[in-house]
């Protein structure tokens, strides 16, 4: 997939940076549930749908948006996998390597996959603290694009090329900022999901959980991370970018990062006071957008209130 072939405007991404990941979805999918209010939905869950192999076939989707408005949507040719050198994860600045270094952030940042209409697709999330242990952060996108709910919502975290070394974390409610839900203001591009337990367990206890800040400014050194599926990636392993953050001077007030991550790498994280040995940082935003015309950059909405609302209402959850 090339994010940056269509005309002059705004990728946005269930797919292109973004939300990756679409096939055939089979009869038994979900069907959809009511929200419970504008801007959550309860999830209902189809038993076994997400096998190893239905996980790896998720190819990239592109989807052009104007700004203020979704656009399009079209699926794009499947890409060869293709291997991605190992890069030292002291790397500063990092456009775009496979994360070594170990520590928390292995375990914490994961895969998020579900049912979008008919097909199947993913996105990134991350293990975030919170008061109910269970909760999930990601992009407004991976949680409803186009006005309609996912379903079939799981995270995966340390996803492993078709592997789940600790689970599959089902939902059980997901979240955006009020105002994605309403018109999916990019702006807004926050999603989130609070999951059900496993074996008597809550998701914190299991992978650990990473600090989040809201309102904390803008031009910080960054790290970035995601599960990118677009060529030259192919969503097998965690990849980041690492830079001075700035901030967005066209369209939104998202910050904005040097980053080469494609399709797939939408909803995955943005740490300040990251610490490559311990891999714990502090989430100010995550994965979403990219112009067409500025290749090679990323931007992540900007956790301010708004962003701080649909938080607590997902760990209150």
Not at 2 to 7: D, E
Not at 125 to 145: E, L, M
Not at 277 to 296: A, E, K, M, R
């Amino acid at each position: 997939m090339n994010r940056h072939r269509t005309a002059p405007s705004v990728l946005l991404a269930a797919g292109a940076l973004i939300a990756g990941a679409l096939t055939a979805a089979s009869p038994s999918a979900a069907a959809e549930s009511p929200a419970d209010s504008p801007a959550s939905f309860r999830q209902q869950q189809t038993p076994g749908f997400w096998t190893a192999e239905r996980m790896r076939a998720a190819t990239p989707l592109d989807v052009t948006a104007s700004p203020g408005r979704t656009g399009a949507v079209r699926p794009a040719p499947a890409a060869a996998p293709t291997r991605v050198a190992p890069t030292s994860p002291t790397a500063f600045p990092q456009a775009g390597g496979a994360w070594t270094g170990g520590g928390a952030v292995v375990k914490t940042s994961g895969r998020v996959f579900f049912t979008m209409g008919d097909r199947t697709a993913s996105c990134s999330g991350d293990s975030v603290t919170s008061a109910n242990g269970s909760t999930v952060i990601t992009a407004g996108h991976c949680v409803k694009y186009q006005g309609a709910w996912h379903t079939n919502w799981v995270f995966v975290p340390a996803y492993d090329n078709g592997n789940a070394p600790y689970g599959q974390w089902q939902a059980t409610k997901t979240f955006a900022t009020d105002q994605w839900a309403a018109s999916e203001d990019m702006n807004m591009d926050v999603g989130l999901a609070v999951v059900a337990p496993q074996n008597g367990q809550k998701l914190s206890q299991v992978v650990g959980a990473q600090g989040i800040l809201f309102n904390g400014g803008y031009s910080k050194k960054m790290y970035s991370f995601g599960f990118p599926a677009a060529a030259p990636y192919d969503g097998t392993k965690l990849v980041y970018c690492s830079g001075n953050s700035g901030k967005d001077f066209l369209l939104t007030k998202d910050h904005s990062l040097a980053c080469n991550m494609t399709g797939g790498s939408s909803g995955g994280p943005w740490f300040q006071d990251f610490n490559e040995t311990t891999g714990l940082g502090t989430q100010v935003s995550v994965n979403s957008f990219g112009y067409n015309f500025l290749p090679n950059r990323m931007f992540g909405p900007y956790f301010g209130n708004e962003a701080k609302a649909a938080y607590d209402k997902a760990q209150t959850s």
